[in-house]
């Protein structure tokens, strides 16, 4: 993960006081629930003639919120939850456990998901948990790269509208959870969507539900906002490039080398990782010295002085006049780009993909050293701030991973 919702920030425990009771409604009369078994049986990989998705817009930004988060719509109610989308995690749930930060209700004991049900089996897969008293709930604990969160596996219905015009109700699971460990970000979503390719990922359940195929995606704004979209939303951009997802435990198109305005920076492959649940991009220790030496040479030639007093990121720069955008900053810059071994089109990493500017006005490098936050030396992780203004499709029907240049983030 990355947030494993959140920003890579520092940590802090989440207090206890009293649960908050929440208004339960009935549910709408026009909408369809649709068995978590149904005969229906999932469309194949190369099924193209049902185009439905269920499209949501996004909520935050890169700088300062630090994540994106949608609004979702579980159990009876017509509440919303705020999730922090998470293409590198599986496991959906929101918290209901500890009782100043619970926003869903306690659930009722005919929805908690006992440890011998296939479902838990497939969260306790995700998460390497432990393995649960037989007779006993499903309890789960997740371990993000920043923070973790445990709870127990609940069944609900999770209300979604689709492209197509119709509202469905479907059972599935999640967690009623709570962090043990989180970070600034994270304490401000109601929970964690998990959009990655587990069985208990929120596509995974809707795919085999037979709603639509194993896909989603996400188009981050630039200028904050954007939109996920579960299923084929049947309105890609022109020019998208396709590449095999390689076998791995996160969404990976593969090993690639990097480049700084055509300049190589070093000779060595990363293989990297897509995580929208991280906010910034973290490089193994080769490429991050690497990037940081060739940046330090070339900034030396430019209107730039090193900002020490800036504490927002590491590495900030103070140009001849406070920054107000990077479009004030990115002369000063080039692009960097990640070319794949496979020979397909590079991802172009122009500045706004990895500067933010701070709130002193200055250049600030949104790409960090991911060995100081407990990465493995070759784990790259490509986070929010590298995804922006890209629509990002995980297609895992086909194993393959597409993205597109957009400047139309927007449902």
Not at 18 to 35: H, K, Q
Not at 177 to 205: P, R
Not at 397 to 405: F, L, M, P, Q, V
Request: contains cysteine; glycine residues 10%.
């Amino acid at each position: 993960m990355g947030v494993k919702g959140a920003a890579l920030l520092v940590a802090l425990l989440v207090g206890a006081s009293v649960l908050a009771a929440i208004r339960s409604c009935s549910a709408d009369a026009n909408t369809t629930t649709l068995p978590i078994k149904p005969k229906a049986s999932p469309p194949s990989p190369g099924d193209t003639s049902r185009k439905v998705a269920a499209v949501f817009p996004l909520e935050g930004n890169v700088y300062p919120r630090g994540g994106f988060d949608v609004q979702m719509s579980f159990g009876n109610s017509h509440n919303l939850y705020s999730m922090n989308i998470d293409s590198g995690s599986d496991v959906p749930w929101v918290q209901c456990q500890m009782p100043t930060q619970a926003v869903y209700p306690q659930p009722g004991r005919d929805k908690i998901i006992p440890c011998d049900d296939p479902r838990c089996k497939a969260v306790l897969a995700s998460t390497g948990s432990k393995q649960c008293k037989s007779k006993g709930p499903c309890n789960y604990q997740v371990q993000y790269q920043d923070s973790s969160a445990k709870g127990v596996l609940i069944a609900d219905t999770l209300t979604l509208h689709l492209t197509n015009g119709s509202t469905v109700r479907l059972l599935v699971a999640f967690g009623c959870g709570q962090w043990v460990k989180v970070t600034e970000t994270g304490a401000l979503t109601d929970g964690i969507l998990g959009i990655g390719f587990g069985e208990i990922s929120i596509v995974s359940q809707l795919s085999s539900q037979g709603l639509f195929g194993k896909i989603t995606g996400h188009c981050l704004n630039s200028n904050g906002g954007g939109f996920l979209f579960l299923g084929d939303n049947g309105r890609l951009p022109s020019g998208i490039t396709w590449v095999p997802m390689i076998p791995s435990d996160h969404y990976s198109p593969g090993p690639a080398s990097l480049f700084w305005d055509n300049q190589p920076l070093g000779s060595q492959l990363i293989t990297v990782w897509l995580d929208s649940g991280t906010t910034f991009t973290y490089f193994g220790l080769h490429p991050y010295n690497s990037l940081i030496s060739t940046l330090n040479g070339y900034v030396s030639t430019q209107p730039l002085k090193r900002a020490y007093d800036d504490p927002s990121l590491p590495y900030c720069w103070r140009g001849p006049q406070k920054f107000r955008t990077i479009a004030d900053a990115q002369r000063y810059f080039k692009i960097l780009e990640l070319r794949f071994a496979n020979g397909a089109a590079p991802m172009k990493l122009p500045p706004v993909n990895y500067l933010i500017i701070s709130s002193k006005g200055n250049a600030c490098l949104g790409i960090l050293n991911g060995t100081q936050v407990g990465l493995k030396p070759d784990e790259n992780v490509i986070g929010d701030i590298s995804l922006l203004d890209l629509m990002l499709i995980y297609d895992n029907d086909k194993k393959r991973i597409g993205w597109a240049s957009t400047n139309f983030c927007r449902v």
